[in-house]
């Protein structure tokens, strides 16, 4: 198997990738598409959790979806953390500006924006920008990966990710 650092990975791979071999990295760059595409599979995970939770209640199975929930955002904590701060250095910004998302509102849509940026085009602080190799059909076929998306794919899933969360922010708040 080839290095996964290096390849422009689909949506679950990426986000295999990102849990598992990539979720402590703190130190690197990550790009936009690496970014959004581990969003987009996180954030309909969590919205299939809401969901669940809005149909079954305060039921018994109601409460185990929430215990799920919340298991499933503890082991995610780590990964989420380290591909946003990856992300900021990818636009030469320190990970610590991850914190502006406790501002209310404006926070929230100044990181956005910040997430939603190309990345510097040469090399930072933060090393140089990752040169991702594409995957194609074959190379699919032959290693079990995915191939890559394409730019207005990542576009659409971004903006997707971004309506699927105030949605589910929406949704959260109905089934207090």
Not at 18 to 29: A, E, P, W
Not at 94 to 122: E, H, N
């Amino acid at each position: 198997m080839t290095d996964l650092n290096i390849k422009n990975l689909s949506y679950v791979d990426n986000f295999k990738h990102s849990v598992v071999g990539n979720f402590i990295n703190f130190s690197t760059r990550a790009s936009r598409s690496e970014y959004w595409r581990f969003t987009a599979v996180t954030v309909v995970i969590g919205f299939v959790f809401t969901l669940l939770r809005f149909v079954f209640g305060h039921s018994f199975l109601g409460s185990l979806i929430n215990l799920l929930s919340f298991a499933y955002t503890c082991v995610m904590f780590l990964p989420s953390l380290g591909i946003a701060v990856r992300r900021l250095h990818d636009i030469n910004k320190s990970g610590w500006f991850w914190l502006i998302i406790f501002v209310p509102i404006i926070g929230l849509v100044y990181v956005i924006y910040l997430l939603a940026k190309p990345g510097d085009v040469g090399d930072n602080q933060y090393g140089s920008p990752v040169s991702y190799e594409t995957i194609t059909a074959e190379e699919a076929a032959r290693t079990g990966l995915k191939e890559t998306p394409s730019e207005s794919m990542d576009q659409k899933a971004m903006l997707a990710c971004i309506c699927l969360t105030v949605f589910n922010i929406w949704m959260s708040f109905l089934a207090l």
